[in-house]
């Protein structure tokens, strides 16, 4: 039987019209800053796809491009400039950055009551000892996904096959955490003979970046698999010359799970809905303040 599936767009409407009821709440506009520097096409187009998000729910964004040769100091002057601004209540860098800039250094700049991104330390910190923050929009996504697909988190088996700071480090700290309460193993590029690994996985979040990284002999019968990979696969066919492709392979893994989610149309809305839903919350803490 072809696994159900779980549908990202769906959810994300639901709860961005919560949001949008949200910031209607709010005397002043939640205002989110992004910062895009050079021109990745993938980049743009997630960039304009925040954009186009932030307004439908009546927030005010405002976009920072600039140039792929500027400066490291430059871009962490416009982020102390931001840091300060009574307007702006979120600061979104989009990565991956130029290599002449240190990623790290630039995420360390941003004031952790405005990374909606949930990327710097002090954020990912309480997060790890369960503290209040911004949590990581993807693996926030991925969290709300599981929930919505009616499965039972606690005590299942949880396979995360990724291991960057954006999403597999983060997702499988949720999982982790008391109130979900998975049990949770970490599989990289590192790790051998991945499917001996995935097979247990009763929820498979796969975020390694490559296509085709999941086969169906990969996967137990009944799992829940969240394809977190967005890959642009050559297609003439298509008016923008790719496709989209997950890192799971989809048409076949649907016949072996019981859930699953699609790309497009799975984890991208929801990484964006997770985004508003900071920026909201970085808007009424500020306003209490
Ligand atoms: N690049 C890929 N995913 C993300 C994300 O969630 N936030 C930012 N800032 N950059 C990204």
């Given amino acids: 039987m072809a696994a159900k599936i779980i549908d990202g767009k769906a959810l994300a409407a639901d709860l961005r019209a919560r949001i ?34 932030c307004a439908e729910a009546g927030m005010v964004s405002r976009e920072i491009r600039l140039p792929a040769d500027v400066a490291e100091a430059a871009l962490v002057g416009i982020i102390r400039d931001l840091n300060a601004d009574k ?7 989009q990565l991956p950055l130029p290599s002449h800039i240190r990623g790290q250094a630039v995420i360390d700049a941003i004031a952790p009551e405005k990374d909606v991104d949930g990327f710097t330390p002090v954020n990912l910190g309480r997060m790890m000892i369960g503290e209040e923050c911004f949590i990581p929009c993807t693996p926030h996504g991925i969290v709300k996904l599981i929930e919505f697909s009616g499965m039972d988190i606690s005590g299942r088996h949880a396979v995360v096959v990724g291991r960057s700071n954006i999403v597999g480090k983060p997702v499988a700290q949720l999982l982790a955490s008391k109130r979900l309460n998975a049990t949770v193993t970490v599989c990289h590029s590192g790790t051998r003979d991945l499917g001996a690994f995935t ?30 990979g967005v890959n642009r696969i050559p297609d003439p066919t298509r008016p923008k010359g790719f496709r989209l492709a997950g890192d799971v392979d989809f048409a076949a893994c649907s016949e072996v799970a019981a859930a699953i989610t ?8 929801m990484t964006i809905t997770m985004l508003l839903w900071n920026t909201l919350e970085s808007a009424r803490r500020a306003q209490r303040r």
């Fill in 87 to 93: 307007a702006i209540d979120g600061i979104l860098v």
């Fill in 20 to 53: 949008a009821a949200g910031v209607a709440k709010l005397e002043r506009k939640p205002g989110l800053a992004v910062i895009l520097v050079g021109e990745n096409p993938a980049s743009v187009s997630y960039v304009t796809a925040k954009e186009k998000a």
């Fill in 262 to 269: 699609p790309v497009p149309g799975g984890v991208g809305p």
């Fill in 199 to 228: 097979r247990e996985a009763d929820i498979l979040v796969v975020a390694a970046g490559r296509p085709g990284t999941i086969t169906a002999d990969m996967v137990k019968r009944g799992a829940t698999i969240i394809d977190v």
